[in-house]
């Protein structure tokens, strides 16, 4: 009866850890990039590049099925997926060198709240108050750090990215719910495989493929496209499936937490006290629009947005 009991047990906790693990892989993200000497948009391309590359692998030893034409018109909406992940990426990462990597995570992880203040068009979920007091809170809480950051060092242009990062990851969003003919790890596999085309384009009609690669940044480019990405998105992925769709939500939030808190320690960035206020109001507003969410009965679209934004950063 004991032994019974404590492997379900034991496999909720592999599960746990794995999807801990992911999350603050996701939140390394912008530290390791800090240490690759190249532009937003050719790190982006090398962490699609390497990211792709690992699930495609990983998803032949697994032996799993291909899905992908199964259904044109959510193949239609994966790839459309895949090209807002491309954008979303430069967006931020882009954002990370002008304005900070906390301050930029911040600023991104309002998409979440934008697709709940247009959920009663796109998915006929209804806006309670409670909804519409989280995307208050989050919208305050962006005035708050923007402003700071354009008061301090950051620029404009970095703004705007921060900004469309956000934006651009609802429509990520709203993609990908609509692509539910493909799920879970080859999901992942082919928006990674969507993205890097659409990077490689953008980076094809920017500058040509005349990309240099300095040494010291080979470690960290592999660390970002293998690790973070590649293994990062396969144990979030992997993990997901077997958590309560709440503790998937509530521990989503880590990963800009751990952003916020790595950026401190490693690369000396610092709030001041109103981007703190505007921190608290971004994610309280996000996660408790979130959660009351699903307690009126709407986890199935709310829940999704916490699910797939690891995939994407």
């Not at 794995?18 to 800090?34: D, E, Q, R, W």
């Amino acid at each position: 009866m004991t032994t019974g009991g404590t492997y379900p047990e034991m496999k909720n906790s592999i599960n746990y850890i794995k999807h801990c693990t992911a999350l603050l892989m996701f939140g390394m993200n912008g530290i390791v990039a800090s240490y690759i000497a190249m532009s937003s948009y050719e790190i982006v391309l090398m962490r699609t590049l390497f990211g792709s590359l690992l699930l495609i692998f990983i998803f032949i030893i697994s032996k799993q099925k291909i899905h992908l034409l199964d259904n044109k018109n959510h193949l239609l909406f994966l790839i459309l997926s895949g090209v807002s992940m491309g954008a979303n990426w430069m967006f931020l990462y882009e954002a990370f060198r002008q304005i900070g990597v906390g301050i930029a995570t911040l600023a991104c992880y309002c998409g979440p709240v934008i697709i709940i203040m247009f959920s009663p068009f796109l998915f006929r979920e209804k806006l309670t108050w409670q909804k519409t007091a989280g995307f208050l809170s989050v919208l305050a809480g962006m005035v708050c750090i923007n402003l700071q950051a354009l008061n301090g060092k950051g620029t404009i242009w970095g703004v705007f990215c921060g900004i469309m990062s956000a934006v651009t990851y609802a429509l990520l969003v709203i993609f990908n719910k609509k692509a539910t003919g493909i799920v879970g790890l080859e999901k992942s596999m082919w928006q990674l495989v969507f993205s890097f085309l659409t990077v490689a384009a953008f980076v094809m009609i920017k500058q040509g493929f005349s990309i240099t690669i300095e040494l010291k940044s080979i470690l960290p480019i592999l660390i970002l496209g293998i690790i973070n990405t590649g293994i990062g998105c396969y144990l979030y992925f992997s993990s997901i499936a077997n958590l309560p769709v709440q503790t998937v939500a509530i521990c989503g939030y880590l990963e800009p937490l751990s952003a916020v808190i790595f950026s401190a320690l490693f690369l000396n960035e610092s709030m001041r006290p109103v981007q703190i206020i505007g921190a608290v109001l971004i994610l309280g507003g996000a996660l408790f629009a979130e959660l009351s969410g699903m307690e009126k009965g709407y986890s199935k679209g709310n829940t999704y947005f916490s699910c797939q934004m690891k995939a994407r950063q």
